[in-house]
């Protein structure tokens, strides 16, 4: 299946390679738009998760989609050995380098090129595998789930932090104008790429969001699968577990 929202929809790349050259170009910039355009809520988003992530005790991490790594440094709160970090853009690894290395956390966190649908790791290797919004951005969804599933050890979670769809009045309404006009507006001053910050609320529309996803994670052989709406169903955790 594959989600057909493109960052730069005249050119004849791939949505990977787009997407790819999409974050290497707002790479600079992702870490304060994202913190500035969502008031700062993405941050609790991704405690909360990582609340969950630490009642599994993962001992070894896989950070898919890690960008510059933000996912990966709150999952420390979860007492790893190790993280790995994995994404395409090589810009947006730069910069989450930078932080590792001047946190003094780049001997438990380590960060490399990858790609969700074509993991570099062996079958059953790793406690857990977080993703935080990055599953809209795979060009093949199930592709990256499947490989996700087969280097989780048995039992051992996916949790995964996405946007979603709000369904109801006034959320929805007050949503669509911050998400479809304010949010691309501010995005395009501020990161100077015209099309990344329409791509992010049209790659959330067309998004299997809430009961979709789950019906995604179980036809793929994930169990216990659950679902849990964040912030009037802005954003959601979806939690799997390997059988
Ligand atoms: C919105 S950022 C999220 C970064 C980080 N997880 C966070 O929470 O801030 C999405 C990231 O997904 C990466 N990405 C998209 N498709 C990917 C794929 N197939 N494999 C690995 N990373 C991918 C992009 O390069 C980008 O860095």
């Known amino acids: 299946m594959t989600t057909n929202a493109l960052p730069y929809s005249e050119s004849s790349a791939s949505k990977k390679e787009q997407v790819e050259l999409m974050f290497d170009n707002i790479s600079g910039k992702y870490d304060f738009l994202n913190h500035f355009l ?7 988003w991704r405690k909360k998760a990582v609340k969950i992530l630490k009642s599994f005790n993962p001992t070894f991490i896989l950070d898919v989609a890690t960008g510059t ?3 990966a440094i709150e999952a ?4 790893p050995k190790k993280i790995i970090g994995i994404d395409i853009s090589e810009g947006m690894l730069s910069h989450g380098r ?3 290395k001047d946190k003094k956390i780049d001997h ?3 960060l490399q090129k990858g790609d969700s649908e074509n993991l570099p790791f062996e079958a059953n290797t790793f406690d857990a595998v977080i993703v935080s919004f990055g599953v809209r951005n795979f060009e093949n969804l199930e592709i990256g789930l499947s490989n996700i599933f ?7 979670p996916l949790i995964v932090l996405e946007f979603s769809k709000p369904k109801n009045f006034p959320i929805k309404q007050i949503y669509n104008i911050y998400f479809k006009f304010a949010l691309p507006f501010i995005g395009k001053l501020v990161s100077k790429d015209n099309s990344a910050y329409t791509y992010l609320p049209d790659s959330v529309e067309k998004f299997p969001d809430g009961e979709k996803f789950i019906a995604i994670l179980n036809k793929l052989g994930y169990q216990s699968c659950k679902n849990l709406p964040l912030t009037f ?6 939690i799997g577990q390997k059988s």
């Not at 087969?150 to 051992?156: D, G, S, T």
């Not at 169903?233 to 979806?238: D, H, P, T, V």
Request: aromatic letters at 6%; charged letters at 15%; zero cysteines.
């Open 76 to 79: 420390l709160a979860a007492n």
């Open 38 to 44: 969502s008031l700062g809520i993405d941050i609790l």
């Open 150 to 156: 087969r280097v989780l050890k048995p039992n051992a």
């Open 108 to 110: 438990i966190i380590t």
């Open 98 to 100: 930078t932080k590792l």
């Open 233 to 238: 169903g802005i954003s959601s955790i979806y």
């Open 69 to 71: 790594a933000d996912f």
